[in-house]
Each structure stands twice: as C-alpha cells, then as structure tokens.
C-alpha cells in the first residue's frame, strides 16, 4: 500500500483584531490594510478576522460603523491579536476583555496594542516587569496607573516576543512592519512597505514627534542628507561633510539633528549603517567582513560592538534568528 507522502500545508497564522464602541477608525484600518488585506501576488498570508467586544454595529470615530462577524470568542482561536486603540485610557476595559486576553495568551497566542491600546494590555496584569511603550501624550497617565510596566516614551514601538506595543497612532505601521518581517521576513515586508508607500523601517523614535515638527516642508533638509548619505554608507562620512551637504554649521546641524531625530549626526549614521547591516544579513549569505565593509563599519569586531549595543544581539544571532523564520514559510 502506497502511503501519501504530500505534505500538509500548514494553516494561515490567524489575526484577529478587536472592535468596540468607540473605535479608533485609524488604528483599526492599519490592522486591517497589514493584515486583512488580500496580497494574491504573495503565497501565503494571515487570516483575518474582527471580534467586537459587544454586539453591533459598533460606532467608530469619523462617523463609521462596523459589523464584526464574531465576538469575544473568535479571539480563543486567533494566532495574534490587535488591540486597535481604546476610547478612553481613563476607562477600565470590561473584566470579560482581560480574562479572554489573557486566556489566550496563556495557550500562546501573540498580543499587540496601537497607540492607547497599550492600557488593555497593560490592565491584563501580563505586562508588569516588562518593557512597553505607548503615545507620549499619554505617558504620565500611564506610569501612575501602571508602576510596574517599564514604560520607554521614546520608541516607536516595544517588542517583548509573546507580548508588543506601538506608540502613538501611525507607529502601528512601524511595528505591524516589523512583525510582518518577523512572520515572513525582509522581503515581503519590504513589498508590503512599498505598496503602503511608507519606509520599510523608521529609524529613531516618538520623541522626535512631542511637541515639535517632524520637518519643514519648505526645506526638507533631512531627508535630503537622509537620500545622500545611503548611497554613501561604505564611505567614510563626517559631521563636516553632513554639515556642508546642508550648508549649516556642524553646531547648527547637531542642535537641528536633536530637534529632529532625538539624536546625533553620527549615532544617526550608525543607525542607518547598523539598518542596512540587517537587510544583508536577513537577505545575504555574505560573510562579517563583507557585510561590515558594505555598512561602512571596517571591520567585523567593530559591526558586531555596533549591532550588539543597539539591536542587543549578535549579528550571526540575528541571521540565525530569520534563516529559521524562512525555512517555516
């Protein structure tokens, strides 16, 4: 007898993001359009589904109602669950909400907040000792209501592995990149990026938003240096050639890159350099030495002092850490 040697294809992760009255209309639509959105150009993607804390329609900002075609339940069978905002940090959410969220997370499944969403999580006690982030407006409320929680204001957003959270609003893009890159690595979160027409990675973080203007649009300095300094990573790159590119002087530039980024001209280079020595290791076979004279680093020992200090691995950690991520999808 012959036996059927065709393997099973595995099922689709399954995502499900919560609906309530009150919904943030924007948080919820960056859940949908990174995951609910059908990409038949890719072989596989999630499974997504809405679950409504109470029946519907439930009324969202702008004047929109959704009609969730499950309840609480269908978050028993998700694979991870988005928390799209909350409609009032000073509200407690429902005991029924915590009790499903941390059932779920206890038989393994991955939960992630946007923007104020991070108080559900936080009030399902999971968070406490742990790392998390949220918007900067609401920084303050939270350290008081959650003293326990290691909240750090100037993230886009915090990964803690079963458990993730987004600071303000549109930092739901970074970090639903960031998983997608995760689930299925840098290329496809790249394509995902291009079709939202937004950068596959931001670097820096929310402090470069309080209070401050990202950027002057009559004169778009940044992005300018950002476009000049690219293609430039494997040269050597000083504060005198950055601050001759935007015709300032080297104080005047450090104090703008401050206002700006939250950070110095050249920790930002670093950053950009440490960026592309991820894309090489997720998407290359080349060797230390290459990938640090790609980046601009010079040597192996001084890419791995570099990546170690801000991505808190070892880059053949990372490598290893998407090379099994690939052989699952």
Known sequence: MLKNTKKRTPPLHRVAALAYEGLSTFEFSIAVELFGLRR????????????????????????????????????????????????????????????MLIAAHQRGARLVSICSGSFVLAATGLLNGRRATTHWRYVEKFRAAFPLIHLQPDVLYVDEGDVLTSAGSAAGIDLGLHIIRKDFGTLIANKVARRLVVSPHREGGQAQFIDKPVGEQTSPWLSHLLEW???????????????????????????????????????????????????LLETTALSMEEIADQCGFGSAPTLRHHFRERVKLSPNAYRSRFQRSDARH
Do not use: H
């Not at 679950?51 to 309840?71: M, N, W």
């Not at 269908?74 to 909400?97: F, S, V």
């Not at 504060?239 to 950070?263: I, P």
């Open 40 to 99: 038949p150009e890719l072989d596989r993607w999630y499974a997504f589904e809405v679950c409504g804390l109470e029946k519907g329609p439930l009324r969202a900002t702008g004047g929109v109602s959704i009609l969730p075609r499950r309840g609480l339940s269908g978050l028993l069978y998700a694979d991870t669950i988005i928390i799209p905002g909350w409609r009032n940090p000073d509200e407690p959410p429902p005991q029924r909400l915590i009790r």
């Open 229 to 279: 300094a690219q293609v430039r990573l494997r040269e050597r790159i000083t504060v005198t050639q950055l601050a001759a590119r935007t015709r300032m002087s080297k104080r005047t530039l450090s104090r703008r890159f401050a206002e700006v980024t939250g950070t110095s001209p050249l920790d930002w280079i670093t950053a950009l350099r440490v960026r592309r020595a991820k894309d």
